[in-house]
């Protein structure tokens, strides 16, 4: 460490300070009467002591201050990170890797760290800091892995990354694309067998997750071939164990590629699992890609929505294509003037543009119960739910703002987020009102300022739903959208879920579960649960209690936690299977009960390729300075790592400068001072 002391004040300033000290003992010692039986000695200790502490205080009030320099020195870091998916186990070779490989990466790593620092990283669909690899996960993305690596270590000094890996991916994108991001050299240990081997494969499952009752639906599988020139292969699809289509295909090529085509036929409602498998040809190394399974919920009705317009507008064609998106519904649209249908088919009535020539439509909804949502009013007039005082044809510019304590339904992070971005849209100026149990998602922002002025409402009256959306300009959050994210799914996540809300009919049980139908075994399940009084109001006193049983009829209870006006579960990770819940709560001793299913599906990628891929690790290796070794040759890979003169401490140099009179130790020497001359004149003075 280095020490300096600078200062700002004029030289003589330094010369005035020892006069005063000088001043002020002769001041308090000279001459005087009170000292005259003092003895010489005892005399001359207090008047140093009083010349130095007034010396000392004076130099104090000067600009006088104290510059340190701090030398640090950081060790290089060593990342080791280990392919922690089920694809380096999948083959005849994964006892090895198990026990022998393992022994000798950790005799790699107690001789690394006498040198360096090692952190051991597991990667798989995600990273996490661990050091002992279980070889469970069902993805592998090693994209994923260099970009935590350089989020998470970019302020540390690394000194290289040992990815011990297979090379196959199957997540993210190809990670030569941002290796080289990472400034210091990647080795690779290559893993696996790179032998091409016989094998069948059903490569991918093309489908909707969604089918309508009654309705044809197209599945497309990708099958994969290798080494099996001149075979014939049988594909085909079962449901409830029974087969329901096949296709035999004839093998002509070694690496051969074939893409099935079925039709299936949506014939019973409610969460489908369907079977597709191939042919087992006899001298298969790997039959585990030769089956796969994929589950669709059949709807058995599809909701009308039509969108009415009293004037072409670009906000129109936003909603329909975001409409449009979702396979859940039927789009109709007209301009109002033209509309002559029924109302009564729909499930949604969109108007955009609501004048008073209108209300004969919104008293037909009325009639129907049909719920509706006004988009872009050009009047204030006879809007439910919102009162609005304005001026004729004056406008604000407002930004979106969500309304935090919005409760109705959910949305994303991501879109909240998106909200801070998107564009101001025009809307009426005035004082806005809200009636009783109308709801904002979206409030306006004026310039800095958040207010309480609605651009999006919900309401209820007398169980039928509707909206309003205050503001002209839709079409823009649309473009805002695409621009930030290349597409528009954060856009149509606002329409789809508005939509969703208006268009379900109203629950009117006092318990309600939300829980999802399908999710994949690498998805948190989330639940949620809301409690009503027989006033229909939201209640969170009594405990939610539920139970999960999975298909071996193991069964694990779970209590909801509550929220301000909800209940929340969150059950994690689940294996792959079907299970059934029971959710049970006793209101007013009242025991409510509801009951469902949820259908986790299996992640197979790690099962359908396990041929390794060793031309990308030397890749990966190669184009940032590093080497490719085999598990054999571990020794070597020290020495490279312990050779390499790029692989060094690094040197960091902090500089601060504090003012000398808030060092601490100063303090206490005059203290000391003070308390010395104190007591002197204390014991042998008059004072």
Known sequence: MFSQIIYNSPWYYFVICPLLGFGFTLLLYFKNKKNVDVPKKINSTSLVLRFLTVSCVAFLLLNIFLKQVKNQTQNPTILLAIDNSSSMVALADSSFVKNEFLKKLNAFNKTISKTFTVKTILFGSKTQVAKTPEFNEKETDIENLINDVENNYSNQNIGALIIASDGIYNKGANPLFVIEKLGYPVYTIAMGDTNEIKDVAIQKINYNQIAYLGNNFPVEVLVSAKNFIGKEVTVSVLHNAQKIAQQTIKINANNYLSTCNFTINAGVSGVQRYFVTTTVLEGEKNSLNNSQQFIIEVIDNREKIVVLANAPHPDVAAIKDAILNSTTYDVDYDLAADF??????????????????????????????????????????????????????????????????????????????????????????????????????????????????????????????????????????KLRDFAEHTNTNLFNELISKSIQYLSVKSDKSFFRITAPKICSENETVELSAEVYNKSYELVTEPDVILTLTNSDKKKFNYTFSKSQNAY??????????????????????EMLIKQGSIVVKELISEKINTVANHNLLFQLATKTGGKLVYPNALTNLETQILNNQLIKPITYSQTTTNPLIELKWLIFILLALLSAEWFIRKRYMTI
């Open 340 to 477: 002559k249908k029924t109302i009564k088919p729909y499930s949604l009535v969109i108007i955009h543009g609501f004048n008073a020539s209108n209300q004969t439509l919104i008293n037909d909804c009325k009639l129907n119960n049909v719920p509706v949502w006004i988009v872009n009013p050009t009047t204030t007039d006879n809007l439910n739910g919102l009162k609005i005082s304005t001026s004729l044809n004056k406008f604000n510019d407002a930004e979106p703002s969500i309304n935090k304590t919005f409760g109705l339904f959910m949305v994303s992070d991501e879109l909240k987020k998106l909200m801070k971005e998107l564009p101001p849209l025009k809307t009426f100026f005035g004082n806005y009102s809200l009636s009783n149990g109308a709801s904002s998602l979206i409030n306006q922002r004026i310039g800095s300022i958040e207010t309480e002025n609605p651009l999006l409402i919900f309401n209820e009256i007398n169980g039928l739903k509707n909206a309003i959306f205050i503001g002209d300009g839709l079409w823009r959050w």
């Open 568 to 589: 929340k579960l969150n059950i994690g990770l689940l294996s792959a299977g079907e299970y059934k819940y029971e959710a049970k709560t006793k209101v007013n001793n």
